[in-house]
Each structure stands twice: as structure tokens, then as C-alpha cells.
């Protein structure tokens, strides 16, 4: 099997590129403004349910924004034909630390709907499915750091369904402060594509 | 093809699947009220394993550690234990791979004062000492995705085995509960504080349930070379909703798109019974019967297993393949415990009591947060 990487798009604490270029975020100039929130607005993206997200669901949205902007995904059609395979090493810890502090102490007790919902990792897959109309599959994987050996087994094994013909893939890694994202939109070529391999996706990251 | 090799189930009914499949069969749950547990200010029902059988069980089977495990580690490995020793496979060599299924791991570590190293609270990390326990060196694979965790684990097993890239895997799922699991679904109403009542017009909610199930696979070239009786994966599939991160689609949308890819070419009128998530939530039960309902399958036979075990989480999936599996086996059909009239959307058959069928498969259903869906199709030899 062979493919494309159609785009790809890296979001640390300190730049965004896409493929492989920075582009320039304009940072506000309130004080504790949010890196995540800056990038947002860079772009200008619309979508006021963002604001709602726990951190690592923002930064896995904002991978995948760029990415399908960039291949022009039609987001007003059900994607039936594309999937979501998401991987870190914290899952949801960031918000799990959040979540705890509401519930830690006996006399401040106030577990919160609003912050247990993204005590899961797969939510940032549901809020990218939810975003790009996405139906196919969502995944998401544990992995102790980031495995260019586990994603390209998967990028693999969801092309061998012959009803997928794309594919969001990457590191949605963020735990205190350190946002670490590689987003890939991945089709099949298998005309002139090239093979995944390990040493690509570890190129890209 | 994809056959289950062995299996084990450890829940609050039993330390091995048939100890757990044959309190199904006399209709014997596992659930309890608890009141003040976990330093809970409201009660709830749910299924919890005694911390005292564990350890007893697992100062059996560990004679050389140095490690100190938590419940949930102390668990997997008792459960993989099981399902290895039944299988008769090394599981140190490198043609077997370990997958870990849970959505929380350890998260009760989050609380102050404990004994464990910080990099305990990580599902990686618990994964690694659970495949480190039977000395295996291959990176295990770990699927959180949420309450689909356990159909998604066996999923992704199939697809590797598919590829040739291991010979055995050991798919376990586990889960424990805390007060962080409980008091964030209590702060959903999701939670019941009777036995639930899945598909039932007067359910008010799940219950949740601590268990460890394991599935070991394999693959076989053709189906003579394998015993008659044996359970065999056929097809499987997971699609998103695109609809709301916490509610399940109205229109059921992932559910039936993930049965439609799972059923593709298979004539439902061979599915003996469909073993569903069958949380007893109203939107879940609801959205269910209308995938059921979209796919004309209102005359299969529906059960689901929460009743006797709770919603065991990253377990369930597992756990409820093995028991549906069993009962396929027996040729027979497990009852929906709870369930007196119907109160979902779309008319299905929600099964009352035991009754017999000498069909060939079984559909397993599953939903949960992040928009997630799964089925699969099983099917005896």
C-alpha cells in the first residue's frame, strides 16, 4: 500500500508549522493570554465551542484545523470515508488533575459535568469528528513516548478498510504547559504515493 | 481467520468465565449498594471486587515480585494468568503481543498520599508491568476509548493478527473504581441508585462495575483447522457519531454505520441475539433501539449484561464478548435481567428469559463518550 501525506502541521509551545514551514502566530497582548487561544485566533477560526475545551482537546483541534483547511475538506457533507487515529502519552491527565482538585477535599466538594467530559482522551476525536463532520473510525492510543512504530501499523491497518480513503493521524500529546502535536492528513495512492515508514513519520515529528 | 484461544473474566461473581457465565445463567448479580464508599457523599450501586480475594489470589501467582501492584494491575494479571495457563502459550515469547483496554488505569492515585511512584497513574505505564509480569518485551498496545475501549481492543487485535505481525494477543481490559469515577458520573445523573433496567420504560440510569476480562487470539489459515464449537471474530468496525462529545446521535448515526460495515455480506437472519451496550441511560437504550430498528433487526433477540456486572468501563466490551460467546456456545440466549416493558424509541426484542437457538452468531454493540461506536460479529464453528 502506498500514500500521501496531503499536509501535515506540528503545534509546540512555541511555533506552528505546516508542512514543515512556521507560520507566524500573533500573540495578544493581555497578559496571560493562552498560547492555544493565540493560535486560534491567528487563524481565524470560528468556532465558539473551542472555548469550551479542555487543552488537549484545543490543541488536537487546532492540528486537525490546519490540516483540513489545507486539503479543503468539505465540512458541511458527512465524511463517512475518513477516520481519526489519535495517540499520546498523558491521555487526558492534564484535565484529570483539574477534575480531581474539584472532588479532593471533603468540604469543597463540586465535581463538575463540564470538566469530567474531557477526562477522556478519545474526547479530542470526538470534538475533531464533531468539527469536520467525520464519520468514519476514532481511535485513540497509549503510548509511553511517541512511536513512529504503533502509528505506522495503524495508518496500515485502517487503510486495509476499503471504505476509508482518508485519514487524520498524529501525536495529541498535552500535560501541564507542554502542548506537543503532529497532525497528518493521510490518502491512499497507490499509483504514485510512497510507503509509510517509521523513519518518515519520525522526519515529520 | 480470528479465534479466541481462551479467556478469563474476574468480577465480583468469579475469578474465571464459567464461574461468571454460569451466575448468569442462574440470574445472580453482582451488584450492591454501597453507601459512604470512597468517601462518596451519595450512595450508588455498583459492582465492586474485594480487595482481600485479590490479594489472596495474587500472592498465589506472584513469588518472585518486587514490585508493590495496585488493584487494577493485581487484577489484569490475574486474569491474564488465567486465560495463559488455559491457552497453554508462552507469553514472554515475542510472536505474542500484549493490548491493554481501560479508559481510567490507576486514576485514584490522584489523591494525596500514596505509596506509588507518580509515572503509576499512566495507562502506559500499568500496561508495561502488566506485559512485564509474564516477561514479554513487546511494546504493548493501549486503547483508551472510553466505554468502546474493549470491542475497539479486540478491533485492533484482529487487525494485527490480520498483518502477520504477532501470532498471539492478549487482549485485556480492566478497570477499577474511585471516587474519581464514581462522582464524575454521579455529577452527570447518569447514575442509578437501584439494580438498572436496561431498555426498561422506568430505567433512571447505569451502574458501574469493577472487573478484568482477557481474550486471547489467534489466527488460523482455515476454519478445518480448527474444533467445532470454536468462536471465531468475523468482522468488526468503530464509527463517530460527528454529533456531541457527552450524547449519544439520535438518528444513531455511528452506531448504525459501525453495524452496517460489521454485518457487510452476513444475513442477519443467522444472528442468534444481539448483545447490547445496554447502559439503561434513557438516550443510550433509546439510540440503540433505533440502530437496531434502522437495520430491521427488531425481531433478533436483544440482552445486555449490565444488570449482573455494571458498566465495567474499558472491561466491558471483553468482558460481554465472553459471556455472549459462552451462551452461544450452550446455544442458548442469556435474559435481559431487569427488563419488564419496553421503553425505547424503536421497538426490539429485548430477550426475558433463557431461551434456546441453534443460530450461528452474535452481534456485540457499544457506545460511549467522544461520540464513539463500535460492533462486532462473532460466530461459532
Not at chain 1, 512555541?14 to 486560534?40: A, C
Request: aromatic share 10%; net charge negative; hydrophobic share 40%.
Amino acid at each position: 500500500m502506498k500514500f500521501d501525506i496531503k499536509s501535515y502541521c506540528r503545534i509546540t509551545n512555541k511555533k506552528v508549522l505546516l508542512n514543515g514551514t512556521e507560520v507566524p502566530i500573533i500573540r495578544s497582548e493581555e497578559p496571560n493570554s493562552l498560547w492555544l487561544n493565540d493560535v486560534y485566533r491567528s487563524f481565524g477560526i470560528q468556532y465558539l465551542k473551542f472555548f469550551k475545551m479542555d487543552n488537549l482537546s484545543k490543541a488536537g483541534f487546532l492540528g486537525a484545523e490546519l490540516v483540513c483547511r489545507d486539503v479543503g475538506l468539505d465540512i458541511n457533507v458527512p465524511n463517512k470515508d475518513i477516520s481519526i487515529v489519535c495517540f499520546n502519552r498523558s491521555s487526558s491527565l492534564d484535565d484529570d488533575i483539574i477534575y480531581q482538585q474539584t472532588i479532593q477535599d471533603k468540604n469543597n466538594y463540586f465535581p463538575s459535568p463540564a470538566v469530567f467530559v474531557y477526562t477522556l482522551a478519545n474526547i479530542v476525536t470526538g470534538e475533531i469528528a464533531i468539527r469536520n463532520k467525520i464519520m468514519g473510525e476514532s481511535s485513540f492510543y497509549i503510548t509511553e513516548k511517541f512511536s513512529p512504530k504503533q502509528i505506522s501499523e495503524a495508518i496500515y491497518d485502517i487503510f486495509r478498510n476499503n471504505y476509508v480513503n482518508g485519514l487524520l493521524c498524529g501525536w495529541t500529546e498535552y500535560f501541564k504547559d507542554n502542548c506537543d502535536v503532529l497532525m497528518m492528513f493521510i490518502t491512499r495512492n497507490n499509483k504514485s504515493g510512497k510507503e509509510i515508514t517509521t523513519e518518515l513519520i519520525s522526519k515529520l515529528y | 481467520m480470528i479465534y479466541k484461544v481462551s479467556d478469563n473474566i474476574i468480577s465480583s461473581l468469579g475469578f474465571t468465565s464459567s464461574e461468571n457465565y454460569s451466575s448468569v445463567k442462574k440470574y445472580k448479580s453482582g451488584l450492591s449498594f454501597y453507601e459512604n464508599m470512597f468517601d462518596i457523599p451519595e450512595p450508588f450501586v455498583g459492582s465492586l471486587l474485594e480487595n482481600e480475594k485479590i490479594n489472596e489470589a495474587f500472592s498465589k501467582i506472584a513469588t518472585k515480585s518486587d514490585i508493590e501492584y495496585t488493584k487494577l494491575e493485581k487484577t489484569a494479571i490475574l486474569s491474564v494468568y488465567d486465560a495463559v495457563s488455559e491457552a497453554n502459550i508462552d507469553p514472554a515469547d515475542n510472536s505474542v503481543l500484549f493490548i491493554f483496554s481501560t479508559t481510567k488505569g490507576n486514576i485514584e492515585l490522584l489523591e494525596n498520599n500514596n505509596k506509588y511512584e507518580p509515572e503509576r497513574v499512566y495507562l502506559w505505564r500499568s500496561a508495561q508491568l502488566i506485559a512485564e509480569f509474564f516477561d514479554n518485551k513487546n511494546e504493548a498496545v493501549v486503547v483508551s476509548n472510553a466505554c468502546i475501549s474493549g470491542v475497539a481492543a479486540q478491533i485492533t487485535a484482529a487487525r494485527y493478527l490480520n498483518a502477520g505481525r504477532y501470532k498471539y494477543i492478549i487482549v485485556i481490559g480492566a478497570e477499577v473504581l474511585s471516587k474519581f469515577i464514581i462522582s464524575g458520573f454521579q455529577s452527570f445523573k447518569a447514575l442509578s441508585v437501584e439494580m438498572c433496567k436496561p431498555f426498561d420504560k422506568n430505567r433512571t440510569g447505569l451502574n458501574l462495575g469493577e472487573a478484568a476480562a482477557t481474550i486471547i487470539y489467534s489466527k488460523a489459515e482455515q476454519e478445518t483447522d480448527l474444533h467445532s464449537g470454536t468462536i471465531i471474530y468475523e468482522n468488526g468496525a468503530v464509527c463517530n457519531d460527528a454529533n456531541h462529545i457527552s450524547g449519544p446521535s439520535r438518528t444513531a448515526e455511528g452506531l448504525f454505520n459501525a453495524i452496517n460495515i460489521a454485518m457487510n455480506g452476513i444475513d442477519k437472519e443467522t444472528v442468534s441475539f444481539i448483545n447490547a451496550h445496554g447502559t439503561a441511560t434513557p438516550y443510550n437504550d433509546d439510540m440503540e433501539s433505533v440502530a437496531i430498528g434502522r437495520h430491521e433487526m427488531n425481531d433478533t433477540p436483544v440482552n445486555s449484561l449490565k444488570p449482573y456486572f455494571g458498566h465495567t468501563l474499558g472491561a466491558a466490551g471483553i468482558l460481554e464478548t465472553i459471556i455472549s460467546a459462552y451462551a452461544l456456545q450452550e446455544g442458548i440466549i442469556l435474559k435481559s435481567m431487569g427488563f419488564e416493558d419496553l421503553g425505547v424509541v424503536s421497538a426490539v426484542n429485548i430477550n426475558k428469559d433463557i431461551i434456546g437457538s441453534d443460530k450461528k452468531r452474535f452481534l456485540k454493540l457499544i457506545s460511549g463518550f467522544g461520540g464513539s461506536n463500535a460492533a462486532i460479529i462473532m460466530r461459532k464453528i
